[in-house]
């Protein structure tokens, strides 16, 4: 089985940077992720793509974080951070990490970390 260990987040003030990461814990043998990258879900809305990236290096940005997040995904490792800069209280959200595995295209989740972006 694989679990979705997540780090870092917390709150910050507007224009305020922040790191997440996500590591893929595996209790057998290294299990290849098609794509890791975060969602993210506020109050009252539906969960939405923040950021993701392919195991080929495809990025994926939610509009409203293009040009303030960037996504690295490390294929070896099964890591992904994301890069939080010029953070907006909007940015506000429960973010989760995602992993696709490659075979079967299994969705995997994480718990889900806050962040607050506030005065």
């Known amino acids: 089985q694989v679990t979705l260990v997540e780090s870092g987040g917390g709150l910050v003030q507007p224009g305020g940077s922040l790191t997440h990461s996500c590591a893929a814990s595996s209790s057998g043998s290294f299990v290849t992720m098609a794509a890791m990258g975060w969602y993210r879900q506020a109050p009252g809305n539906q969960r939405e793509l923040v950021a993701t990236e392919t195991m080929g290096g495809t990025l994926t940005y939610a509009d409203s974080v293009k040009g303030r997040f960037t996504v690295s995904h490390d294929n070896a490792k099964n890591t992904v951070r994301l890069q939080m800069n010029n953070l907006k209280p909007e940015d506000t959200a429960i973010y989760y990490c995602?992993?696709?595995?490659?075979?079967?295209?299994?969705?995997?989740w994480g718990r889900g970390t806050q962040v607050t972006v506030s005065s």
């Open positions: 995602n992993a696709v595995r490659l075979i079967g295209n299994k969705n995997i």
